[in-house]
């Protein structure tokens, strides 16, 4: 079997209406069935996921990155990829 893929799971608990961690319980059955390993990073302010991938993620590190929240949560996980001075 090939190895997993790693998935840096972002999750605003008070997202989605206050549904986004049920709906991560429901994504992370079917994900570990799909063969993916979940590091899960709940967010604990605004601005947090900035932080996260623009500080702490290494190049490499993950497969892929998934956001469970509202949109807001997308739009701070890309500007602070984009925000790295290893972007390129």
């Given at each position: 079997?090939p ?25 992370k ?24 991938l ?35």
């Amino acid at each position: 079997m090939p190895a997993k893929k790693k998935i840096l799971a972002l999750l605003n608990p008070f997202g989605g209406m206050g549904l986004a961690p049920r709906k991560y319980n429901v994504a992370k059955e079917i994900l570990d069935v799909a063969h993916i390993e979940i590091t899960l990073k709940e967010t604990e302010r605004a601005g947090h996921a900035f932080d996260i991938l623009k500080n702490e993620v290494q190049p490499g590190q993950f497969d892929g990155i998934m956001t469970i929240s509202g949109d807001g949560l997308i739009h701070e996980s890309i500007n602070g990829a984009m925000s790295r001075p290893d972007k390129e």
